[in-house]
């Protein structure tokens, strides 16, 4: 299959649109692929064709939908290093890093695939004393068609969790991806069609601006997820509220990662460059702030400092990361790095020099140091090759600073004491924290996924993430008459008096 044009060409087919817009690699501006940009109706009429795909996607039962996914996951599987090319090439991102994150999706969809039945399927609850005579039911029932709004940071993980998972519940999935990637996700559409050509209409993708992600919002989705900026995640919400639409939002980060007197500094180090550097920075779970206890603070800076000055930037096969891939971006990184410079911090660069780079997308690493607390570094999401270093007293400090913060996505603690790591964690105000190692929690298929605060709400992934994307079905039927029966106008007088004493017998004790 070749890929971009077969994937342009199959969005090109489905719908009557003139407007197109280009696709471009970030490192060298060339185009990658040519899109349409899909209007209200063109939108709306993938909605309603994937209404039936629905029902017969349903239909198939949990048996039938895991043989698909795993045909699915399979392609993705013999095909990897194809998309993972298409990535680097849209992204950014280093070949490798690609290959990590589409082995992180493949996985998910195995587990949701194998999971589905046991988390939603038909199952008997006790009824309890006043329906004794009752069988009670409970089953999560599909919403009909998702829509997805993806980011173009992990351009397939991280929509994955929100389609395969939509998928495994028994939903249609109509996915909009970036307009950074809308080849990968056409790719990925491409990918379903031929890997399940029965069910062709139960993953469908439109591509366009905010326009069309608006258009999805108001088609009559059963629920749409996005992943995106807190700004933009408002908008779609006051969208989605239009027509009373469920929202799944997850949203940015200013992750912490606390380093506590016993700490391993130098895999702390390590897990820190990596949190904060990787993927040119553009990670909503990385990591942006450290709070270093006195104890460790000088070893700390001395390693993350001699690690990030290895680092180099680049689209070449050596490069530790890639450009920026939206260049308006690396305008808010800078204001940040300067920021911190101007209200007292320090400022440690990588090595790298920045004249050699082929256009301004390319960002050398920077470790800010000390940099006062109500600095943007330190208070607004940044989503670039930087990170803060702060010394505080204790671990206490550490985590009161940690929270002190309007996000809530995840984290990350090291100390080699398992009750203090774990205590630190669960105080963390983040949907998710890691303990001796960073994002950690994403590559636990059971694990749930989502922040709090301005990080969004909602969970991917894991059981949680299987019911995100269905309504829950409640079923009582009765086995056997009373010989009174309390919800009928025909019940006698006393009736509810012997209730009243039975209650007061039972619970009335009770203070």
């Known amino acids: 299959m070749d890929t971009v044009t077969d994937a342009t060409a199959g969005s090109v087919d489905r719908h009557d649109t003139t407007q197109t817009f280009e696709s471009t690699n970030p490192a060298t501006g060339a185009v990658v692929g040519v899109f349409p940009v899909h209007d ?4 709306r009429e993938t909605v309603e064709r994937a209404r039936p795909a629905a029902e017969r996607w349903a239909a198939l039962g949990f048996d039938g939908r895991r043989q698909r996914l795993a045909a699915y996951r399979g392609y993705l599987a013999r095909r990897m290093n194809e998309l993972a090319d298409l990535v680097h090439k849209e992204n950014g991102k280093p070949h490798g890093d690609a290959i990590l994150e589409i082995t992180l999706a493949i996985d998910h969809l195995a587990w949701a695939g194998a999971h589905a039945r046991k988390t939603l399927g038909p199952r008997r609850v006790k ?23 993806g980011p173009w940071n992990y351009p397939v993980f991280t929509p994955m969790g929100s389609i395969g998972y939509a998928l495994a519940a028994g939903n249609a999935v109509v996915f909009k991806p970036s307009e950074y990637t809308p080849a990968i996700g056409a790719w990925l559409a491409a990918a379903w069609r031929a890997a399940v050509p029965d069910s062709v209409d139960a993953f469908q993708v439109v591509t366009g601006y905010g326009e069309t992600g608006a258009a999805l919002c108001r088609a009559g989705v059963g629920k749409l997820a996005f992943t995106g900026s807190g700004a933009t995640g408002r908008k779609v919400m006051a969208t989605c509220a239009e027509t009373l639409t469920p929202v799944l939002m997850e949203l940015g ?20 460059v990596w949190g904060a ?10 990591i942006e702030r450290v709070y270093a206890t006195s104890a460790v603070y000088d070893r700390f800076v001395a390693e993350v400092t001699a690690q ?11 490069a530790t990361y890639g450009p920026m891939t939206m260049p308006s971006q690396t305008g808010i990184v800078r204001r940040h790095v300067e920021a911190a410079a101007t209200s007292g911090g320090r400022v440690v660069r990588g090595d790298a020099d920045q004249s050699l780079f082929p256009n301004e997308n390319y960002l050398v690493p920077a470790v800010l140091l000390d940099v ?21 007293r204790d671990a206490e400090e550490a985590l009161e600073r940690a929270n002190a913060t309007s996000y809530g996505l ?43 605060g301005d990080s969004g709400f909602g969970r991917i992934h894991g059981e949680d993430g299987l019911r995100e994307f269905t309504r829950a079905k409640a079923i009582t039927r009765q086995r056997v008459a009373l010989p009174v029966n309390l919800t009928s106008f025909n019940r006698p007088a006393s009736a509810m008096d012997s209730v009243a004493r039975l209650m007061g017998m039972l619970h009335g004790r009770h203070r």
């Open 40 to 43: 209200a109706d063109a939108v």
């Open 253 to 272: 980060g200013k992750d912490a990662m606390i380093v506590d007197d016993d700490a391993d500094v130098v895999a702390a180090a390590d897990a820190a």
């Open 410 to 452: 995840a984290g990350s603690v090291f100390t080699k004491s398992k009750a203090r790591g774990l205590d630190l964690a669960r105080r963390m105000r983040s949907g998710m924290t890691s303990i001796n190692s960073v994002i950690t929690f994403a590559s636990v298929p059971a694990l749930p996924f989502g922040g709090v």
């Open 127 to 149: 009824a309890g004393m006043l329906a004794a005579n009752h069988a009670a039911y409970l089953e999560y029932q599909p919403l009909g068609v998702v829509g997805v709004i």
């Open 277 to 286: 550097m990787s993927n040119a920075g553009q990670t909503c779970t990385g």
């Open 308 to 318: 990030v000055r290895t680092l180099r930037p680049g689209s070449d096969d050596e």
């Open 372 to 392: 006062p607390e109500e600095s943007a570094a330190i208070r607004e999401e940044t989503f670039g090759p930087t990170l803060t270093i702060t010394k505080v």
